[in-house]
């Protein structure tokens, strides 16, 4: 009976600390060759977000318009494709930051840090 109830107390505390769903806000820059590190902003909203199961959400880079996202989590990194050819993928660092890069469908990489508000 005390390990079962140990393994759900784990099972419990594993899921919690999986759970990516909220609001967060990005910044971090996009190298330019003539300019240097370009400032950029992100804002993501993940609506779902299991161990085992997709994340779905939207996200908005800069002042662009909110555009759809879903993914997965795998091997502890959170990856997203976006139809246009658009590629997102981020790793937790802790339960409140999320870093990572996203690939624009030209090439275009940002490196972001994303803190859950």
Do not use: C, H, R
């Not at 997102?88 to 030209?106: A, D, E, I």
Request: no cysteine; glycine share 14%; aromatic share 8%.
């Amino acid at each position: 009976m005390i390990k079962s109830l140990i393994i759900a107390f784990a099972l419990a505390a594993t899921l919690s600390a999986a759970d990516f769903s909220g609001a967060w806000s990005g910044k971090g820059g996009s190298p330019d060759p003539k300019y240097g590190l370009v400032p950029v902003t992100a804002q993501m909203t993940l609506v779902e977000a299991t161990v085992t199961g997709t994340l779905t959400g939207t996200m908005k880079i800069a002042n662009g318009k909110p555009f759809k996202i879903s993914g997965v989590l795998s091997g502890g990194t959170l990856v997203f494709a976006m139809g246009t050819g658009e590629s997102f993928s981020l790793t937790p660092g802790g339960s409140t930051q999320l870093s990572g890069k996203y690939t624009s469908s030209t090439g275009q990489v940002v490196q972001l840090l994303f803190t859950k508000q």
